[in-house]
């Protein structure tokens, strides 16, 4: 297999994702983007750097006057600036300048940080992403978004940054662990939400080969959610209004993350903000009973939460409210006007919110119903 698809930034060609099975074409790839005698940083956490020394940096090498490797710890807790700093000072001790290369291998955690690494060192250098788990393919490599936590705010600091090459080899997934190629699912189940019901259809028809991970249709269907990824960056870079729309199920998820203290992982959460989200369309009559409660099996089917317990609403409702606080007063939901058809609304009331989390903390009385 092997496609590829073309981003453009601001109507101009930018760079291509490109979908392969193999690391056989990354070298070809660097083609027009390594010139001349360029260092390549590599960064890694502690699990995606055994793709460095056997698959990737014998490649590297060709394409390198010298290829180095940082790793850094793995996880969402790790997303900081202090980590940014330990990438910089490595940078430094290395001679890396402008003229130089950002390798993000890795997922979500690794591409945001390094694009945000290449963003803000010696003013911008440039990175390619490599995303190896399913969330980072489908979503997070792709449109720019880079950047860091910061007091436990979710992507605090950041900037938009495009890199110069996603390329994602898919046979990575198969030592990706169970439950973080589920918490990918929750972002591939979101685009089927908020742009395309038959995309979402497609995912129900194809749940068992989803679930067996067969190789055709797991290609497919991350194919299938670049292109809606890639449509809506195009036509918003810089989340001025329809870019938005990726946040369904974010509003609430981010909250759960924080006060989960990032015990849950990124697409738990928003499988559980997703539930609350269609749960207030719902509210609203856009979609129906059935619908409502077939998005929430879906989320089941795909081993994602959707209900929480040790948290209280008035404090998802609390930390959602701050966390928004750069929007003013109004909290921005993203809600289902019809399956495959999402909006941006700020209008969802407290009483409705309430409401809402009444679906998705778990009670006891749940368990033995
Ligand atoms: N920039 C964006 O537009 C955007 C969009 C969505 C999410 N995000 C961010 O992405 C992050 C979540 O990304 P993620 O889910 O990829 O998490 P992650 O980067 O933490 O990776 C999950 C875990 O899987 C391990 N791993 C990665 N690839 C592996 C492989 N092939 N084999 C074995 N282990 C592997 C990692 O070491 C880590 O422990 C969050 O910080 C979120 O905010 C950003
Ligand atoms: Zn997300």
Known sequence: MSSRIKVTNEQKPCYDIVIEDSFDRLEQELDGIVK???????????????????????????????????????????KTLDTVSFIYKSLIEKHFDRRDLLIALG?????????????????????????????????????????????AYKNMVGAFYMPKLVYMNLSTLKTLPVRQFFSGMAEVLKYGLIRDE???????????????????????????SCLIKREIVERDPKELGERALLNFGHTIGHAIEKLKDFQLLHGECVALGSVAAAYLSYLR??????????IRDMFVAFSLPVSVDT???????????????????????????????????????????????????????DYYA
């Open 36 to 78: 001349g005698n360029r260092k390549i940083g590599v960064i890694a956490d502690e699990n995606t750097c055994i793709y460095y020394d056997n698959e990737c940096k014998p490649l590297l090498e060709k394409k390198a006057s010298a290829v180095h490797l940082i790793v850094i710890k793995s996880g969402e807790e790790n």
């Open 107 to 151: 997922g979500g955690v690794i591409g945001d940080m390094t694009g945000f690494t290449a963003a803000t060192y010696l003013r911008g250098i440039d990175y390619i992403q490599i995303p190896t788990t399913l969330l980072s393919q489908v979503d997070s490599s792709i449109g720019g978004k880079t950047g860091v936590d910061f007091l």
């Open 198 to 224: 038959s995309f979402y259809s497609w995912i129900i028809s194809q749940m068992d080969a989803i679930l067996e991970h067969e190789t055709t249709v797991l290609e497919e269907m991350i194919y299938r």
């Open 285 to 294: 009559k856009y979609i129906t009973a059935e619908e409502y409660y077939e």
């Open 311 to 365: 948290i209280r609403a008035e404090d998802i409702i609390s930390v959602t409210k701050s966390d928004k606080k750069m929007d003013g007063d109004q909290i921005k939901f993203i809600l289902l006007k019809d399956l495959g058809n999402a909006m941006i609304d700020t209008t969802v009331s407290v009483q409705e919110m309430y409401q809402a989390m009444e679906q998705i903390i778990y009670k006891e009385e």
